[in-house]
Every structure is written in structure tokens, then in C-alpha cells.
């Protein structure tokens, strides 16, 4: 794994104590350069989210829509952009015709794994920067937070 050291934010405004949103935000934009430092294809963050969001054994538009907070419009132009690029394909459900089942292709999953390996660098820096066990308790509290 390459080591990714992320690009410079600008400073917060002196005297002020951020709120946890502000900080959320802060730390996604620097997720967001990393990854938008790649080349993928033409391909954006939001891209990603979708793609990230199809299990291995394929979903429908429809529980898209219901995971990522979209309405199935939007998912669906997503959905055709990434099979237009060759990410995803859309077959019909062996076990229901009428149901329409959105996989990854070979490209989608490589195009994944190559996210999250720069996602990873980027996080093995923020460990080398806090310590590996402030970090992996930091995981820990945002994973808990998430999971409500």
C-alpha cells in the first residue's frame, strides 16, 4: 500500500471551538481530494458511494435508493452512467423476471479496490500522525456512533 499524505486544509478560524459537523466535513473533503486525486475514469465521489453500495451478490435499484437516501430516479441515472463506463451491469433476477438485479463488473471491482486501497493509505496516515490505538478507538467510536 502506498502512503498518501493528505493535501493541506485550510486553518480553522481562530477562537472558535468547530462543531463535530464541521470537523466531519473537514475530514471528508480531505478523503474527498485523495480520492478525487485518482484516475478514475471520469468517474466522481458520488460514483463511488453507488458502486461502493452493491453487494457482491448484486441489489435493486430500488434498495439502492433506500441505502443511499436517493430517490430511484437518481439512483437509476447512476446506475446507467456506471454501465455506460462498464462499472455496473443490469440483468434481469433469475428468480423474478420482472425484477431488474445491478452488479458490479470486473472493471466496477477494480476500480473499487483501488479506492479503498488509497482510502486505506490515507487512514495508515492519520494512525502514523495519532498513534495506531487513538486511531483504531476513533474507528471504534465512529463505527458505534453509526450504527446508532
Given at each position: 500500500m502506498t502512503s498518501v499524505k493528505p493535501p493541506p486544509l485550510p486553518p480553522?478560524?481562530?477562537?472558535?471551538?468547530?462543531?463535530?459537523?464541521?470537523?466531519?466535513?473537514?475530514l471528508l473533503e480531505v478523503v474527498?481530494?485523495?480520492?478525487?486525486?485518482?484516475?478514475?475514469?471520469?468517474?466522481?465521489a458520488s460514483h463511488m458511494r453507488l458502486l461502493s453500495s452493491v453487494p457482491p451478490s448484486g441489489t435493486t435499484i430500488t434498495e439502492l435508493s433506500g441505502q443511499l437516501f436517493m430517490t430511484k430516479q437518481a439512483v437509476g441515472q447512476f446506475v446507467a452512467q456506471l454501465e455506460q463506463t462498464g462499472h455496473?451491469?443490469?440483468?434481469?433476477?433469475?428468480?423474478?423476471?420482472?425484477?431488474?438485479?445491478v452488479l458490479a463488473t470486473d472493471l466496477g471491482r477494480g476500480?473499487?479496490?483501488?479506492?479503498?486501497?488509497t482510502i486505506a493509505a490515507l487512514e495508515d496516515?492519520?494512525?502514523?500522525?495519532?498513534?495506531?490505538?487513538?486511531?483504531?478507538?476513533?474507528?471504534?467510536?465512529?463505527?458505534e456512533i453509526t450504527r446508532g
Open positions: 480553522l478560524p481562530q477562537g472558535t471551538e468547530p462543531h463535530v459537523a464541521a470537523l466531519a466535513g473537514r474527498r481530494q485523495a480520492v478525487a486525486a485518482g484516475d478514475w475514469g471520469g468517474l466522481r455496473l451491469e443490469v440483468l434481469p433476477d433469475p428468480a423474478d423476471g420482472r425484477r431488474r438485479v476500480t473499487l479496490r483501488s479506492v479503498n486501497e496516515h492519520w494512525a502514523g500522525v495519532v498513534g495506531r490505538e487513538r486511531y483504531a478507538q476513533f474507528r471504534d467510536v465512529l463505527d
